[in-house]
């Protein structure tokens, strides 16, 4: 059935419906007979349906009047309440995601700058491998090309300030700068660009043989360091030996099981200096000083060691604690300088013995110390001569030596093959200063008495600072003084080949030969472990990390024996220090 309304009339017709209002004015309009009469009237006279709909416009909207007024007031009662709850939604929720925008947004702004950071701490972390990378490739170098390049031991050129990341801007550039502590008279002062010979630390675990081989040793050795006392150190020798009898002053296994908190001794070697914290009346003071960021300074907002109780430190010398003065890692190789083991001269095969001498040396001296292995030092008063015959290798050695020195002043008399008489033969190892210069080094270089490629533990006699020196038994403060005055504690500013020995000090009559043979079991002229301190950083801004390593340079490549990471203690010391562009100062 074709509609008689306007598209919008119907729409309303509808809205009229759902509203209950149109069926009852419809039904009545409709048996008033207007609406079906006009339509009939207006399609019988062919009108378009734009000319009815203007036809019946008068009465549909009569009609439309008749209803209006209830829907308006419909409409009137429900719409301006919708539309202000609805806006009011659409402006919470606008604002709860601009809230959310501005939140999302400081999140990522805060992950962009810790990953930035992050990458950077990475990128320290990076300079400072670096520093030890590099570090391990030099101790391996030919001495002479180490010495072209500045040595290992103060050396700005190769240690200060090295660039990695080379960058136009500042924040960027990457450097790291590898430090020790400098010794002067003695005395740890400051710092230096290079290395730190483990040797010239006082090795723990090496005490218990040191006493066993020098009976009281090991406490004279510990009594050197400041603020030490004989209870500490025989405790401490009590926690390093495998017994569980207590020293005269010491502590065992009973005194640590009655304490609140008990614990057994180690009884063995220590793993970390720290560990010494466990052992009776060693405090943190003692162990680490006041020098809390370990950069060897005492700085403005650390204690003032002097205050320690009972511990002289007018000179400094406890500002870095005994744990400047120890390790447990010093060791040097046994071999000569092209690396060979050295010939030990105690070996039991005399045929050996002098073949091996007489190819590193000559003749005359593998003679002369076959002669002395199998015979003895002669103490008498026959003249003695430069001359000898043929050995009899078969015959076995009655004589060991107890130091490399014992060759040096006496003569030995021998019964050569085909010889009814004994022979005196004179010594090539005179007792005399100036002479010692021609074969002491030839002596040092290729033989030992100790059949180990490595010894552990010896003092390095040109660099270690005087508190641990003062401890060695046989050390006298004359000895010492006279050692610190004239020692060179940088290799490379000698020339003097002597110096890579410890006899060099005998050669200089610092002291006498039975004073040099008491001291040389204890004293090297510089080891193979050394430790590094290494930072990494930028020129300016960003982090810095601080690491310090032992390298054992004993095998190659060189090997960490231990790892500290000191980031947490600070950068330790100025940029400026430490080397960067004039420019960014």
Not at 104 to 109: H, R, V
Request: proline share 6%.
């Amino acid at each position: 059935m074709t509609s008689f309304f306007h598209p919008n009339d119907q729409t309303e017709a509808k809205t009229k419906r759902a509203a209950g209002l149109v069926p009852a004015q419809v039904k009545t309009k409709r048996a008033a007979g207007l609406v079906p009469a006009q339509v009939k009237a207006q399609r019988a006279a062919g009108l378009v349906p734009a000319q009815i709909r203007a036809g019946i416009n008068p009465a549909a909207r009569s009609v439309c009047a008749g209803i209006n007024p209830a829907a308006r007031s419909i409409r009137a009662g429900a719409n301006p309440t919708a539309r202000g709850v609805v806006l009011l939604v659409v402006l919470v929720v606008i604002a709860l995601l601009s809230l959310a925008c501005a939140t999302f947004s400081e999140l990522m702004q805060a992950e962009r700058g810790a990953a930035r950071v992050a990458v950077a701490q990475a990128q320290a972390r990076a300079l400072a491998d670096s520093g030890v990378e590099m570090a391990r490739i030099f101790v391996h170098k030919d001495a002479e090309d180490q010495k072209t390049l500045g040595g290992w031991y103060n050396n700005e050129a190769v240690f200060r300030g090295v660039t990695v990341i080379d960058d136009e801007e500042p924040q960027s550039r990457g450097r790291f700068t590898i430090v020790a502590p400098a010794v002067e008279d003695g005395l740890y002062e400051g710092i230096r660009f290079g290395l730190e010979d483990e040797s010239t630390r006082l090795n723990l675990n090496t005490l218990i043989a040191v006493d066993r081989m020098v009976e009281g040793a090991g406490r004279e050795i510990l009594m050197g360091l400041p603020g030490m006392t004989e209870d500490v150190a025989d405790a401490i020798l009590d926690w390093l030996d495998e017994d569980d009898e207590p020293r005269e002053f010491g502590a065992e296994k009973e005194e640590y099981a009655a304490l609140d908190t008990p614990y057994a001794p180690k009884n063995g070697p220590l793993e970390t200096v720290e560990e010494l914290l466990l052992v009776r009346d060693v405090t943190p003071w003692l162990l680490f000083g006041s020098d809390a960021n370990r950069n060897g300074y005492r700085d403005a907002d650390e204690p003032d060691a002097d205050s320690l109780e009972g511990v002289d430190n007018t000179d400094g010398a406890m500002n870095r604690g005994w744990s400047a003065y120890l390790t447990l890692y010093s060791m040097e190789l046994n071999v000569r300088p092209d690396g060979q083991p050295k010939i030990n001269l105690n070996v039991e095969d005399m045929e050996e013995l002098y073949d091996q001498l007489e190819q590193a040396i000559d003749e005359d001296v593998a003679t002369f110390i076959v002669a002395f292995r199998q015979n003895g030092p002669y103490t008498g008063s026959k003249k003695a001569t430069k001359t000898g015959g043929q050995l009899d290798l078969s015959k076995p050695s009655k004589h060991k030596f107890t130091t490399i020195l014992d060759l040096i002043g006496p003569n030995v008399q021998v019964t050569f093959k085909g010889d009814r008489n004994s022979t005196v033969l004179q010594t090539p190892f005179p007792a005399v200063a100036m002479e010692m210069w021609t074969y002491l080094e030839l002596l040092m270089d290729n033989t030992t008495i100790n059949p180990s490629p490595l010894i552990p533990g010896r003092i390095n006699v040109n660099q270690a600072p005087k508190t641990v020196l003062a401890g060695i038994p046989g050390m006298t403060d004359e000895i010492l003084d006279k050692i610190i005055s004239e020692r060179e504690p940088n290799p490379t500013e000698t020339d003097d080949r002597n110096r890579r020995h410890e006899t060099w000090i005998l050669q200089e009559e610092l002291v006498t030969l039975e004073e040099m043979k008491s001291l040389i079991p204890f004293l090297t002229a510089g080891g193979n472990v050394y430790r590094v301190q290494s930072i990494g950083y930028f020129d300016r801004g960003g982090p810095a990390v601080r690491i310090e390593i032992v390298l054992d340079a004993t095998v190659e490549p060189a090997k960490v024996l231990f790892f500290r990471d000191l980031t947490h203690l600070g950068r330790g010391y100025p940029k400026t220090i430490l080397g960067i562009e004039a420019s960014d100062r």
